[in-house]
């Protein structure tokens, strides 16, 4: 049942390949602007280089910068779709976010590729890392799922997902790595950063890939992982209890 959700969502790749090549697009204009300006105030390397390409494609992949498919339908009266399927609610709607989430990430697979070619071939980074950088990769999108779920169930209550995305975006870039790479920041500023779940979002699985992260930052994630997940579905199911459906 939970893969045929994820697969949907993926389905969805074939169905919008003109959306799909502009967004390649907007990605690689992205990245070339954010390159040229960390590179006017620092000097070139390819650590920087690669933290680029991976932390822009994993950012508009993750459901941090993204709004859940369950907080469009709250208003107009079809969240009631949810409840209806005889499975776990909450369950459902972060297998459907997560399936949203690879579907971004495929879309802008060319430069994590490309990312990890460098790793290889200029940073001499052993293939060991780089499949742990991918397990990496994948907890850290099932962790932005679930904080995303966690927020935005608040708009059971408030009705108004726009300002939880504001606000989400905002946090998420700056304490994840998007905004402004760790390797360029304050040693003090990324202690604190890492340790909240956002930078194992970005941050944490680029690290396999410059030398910053390690296996023990693996078994991390999956403690962040359970964590979220229940504090999530707590949130989830109380503030569903404060719902108020318009039409349908």
């Not at 993204?66 to 776990?88: A, H, N, Q, V």
């Not at 994590?112 to 940073?123: A, T, V």
């Not at 989400?168 to 202690?191: D, K, R």
């Amino acid at each position: 049942m939970f893969i045929e959700i994820i697969k949907l969502q993926l389905d969805k790749l074939k169905m919008y390949k003109n959306s799909v090549y502009l967004n390649l697009f907007f990605l690689a204009i992205t990245i070339f602007v954010e390159f040229s300006v960390f590179s006017i105030f620092n000097e070139f390397t390819n650590d920087l280089l690669v933290y680029i390409l991976i932390s822009t494609s994993i950012f508009q992949a993750s459901m941090t910068t993204l709004i859940p498919e369950f907080c469009k339908t709250i208003k107009k009266g079809e969240i009631s779709k949810y409840y209806i399927r005889p499975i776990d609610m909450f369950l459902y709607i972060c297998m459907e976010d997560f399936g949203e989430s690879l579907k971004r990430l495929i879309q802008g697979i060319t430069f994590i590729l490309l990312g990890i070619l460098i790793s290889l071939f200029f940073n001499k980074v052993n293939i060991y890392f780089v499949l742990l950088f991918l397990i990496s990769l994948i907890l850290g999108l099932i962790i932005a799922v679930l904080i995303s779920e966690m927020v935005y169930s608040f708009a059971f209550v408030i009705h108004n997902y726009n300002s939880l995305k504001a606000i989400l975006t905002c946090i998420s870039s700056l304490f994840s790595g998007a905004l402004i790479p760790f390797i360029l920041l304050p040693n003090a500023f990324v202690e604190i950063a890492q340790i909240t779940p956002f930078a194992f979002v970005i941050d944490i699985p680029i690290g396999f890939l410059i030398g910053t992260s390690s296996i023990g930052d693996l078994s991390l994630q999956i403690l962040w992982i359970i964590i979220l997940y229940l504090i999530g579905k707590c949130f989830f199911l109380n503030n569903t209890k404060k719902i108020q459906i318009y039409g349908g």
